[in-house]
């Protein structure tokens, strides 16, 4: 959505993603974005994706981060969801507490071919720990994709076991 959305936005707009998707979706997505300023920022082993993200939050640039999957041995906080305990991944919760950012959650549902139905909510801030308020964040994030997913429940592709038994 961002990339149709924020291309003529003055604001830099971050978004992470995959590193390992195919070549021709990766340079699809550069050329489609290179007279914008939206800029991808490529998750890697080496963690150096860490590092460009804090250099956008520094520079009070947006930063948009996947919350509904972990990948490999990403830490992780466990939430209820569809009234079973899930994991989620904590990393995108502890950046936002620890520097104390807003945090939104988009979800960008399609209704028709050329027509998609964008949820945009702030989450609330709770005092405590960093890893408390993150577990915080996390668990509205949850809940507030749960809802989403009642209403559009056939578009929300996971390829991986994501409940806890």
């Not at 830099?12 to 300023?37: G, I, K």
């Not at 994991?87 to 520097?99: H, N």
Request: proline share 4%; aromatic share 12%.
């Amino acid at each position: 959505a961002a990339g149709y959305t924020l291309v003529a936005s003055e604001k830099r707009y971050n978004a992470l993603v995959f590193a390992e998707e195919a070549e021709s979706v990766m340079r699809n997505r550069e050329r489609m974005f290179q007279e914008t300023n939206i800029r991808m920022i490529p998750v890697k082993e080496d963690m150096s994706h860490i590092f460009q993200i804090n250099s956008a939050l520094e520079n009070g640039e947006s930063v948009s981060i996947p919350a509904d999957r972990v990948v490999g041995g990403q830490r992780t906080v466990t939430c209820d969801f569809f009234g079973s305990p899930a994991d989620f991944p904590l990393g995108p919760f502890v950046l936002a507490a620890q520097r104390d950012v807003p945090v939104l959650s988009i979800h960008v549902m399609k209704e028709s071919a050329r027509k998609y139905h964008v949820f945009v909510g702030q989450l609330e801030r709770q005092g405590g720990t960093v890893r408390e308020k993150a577990a915080h964040f996390a668990r509205q994030y949850a809940a507030g994709l749960e809802s989403v997913l009642r209403a559009y429940p056939d578009q929300w592709f996971n390829y991986y076991e994501f409940w806890n038994d």
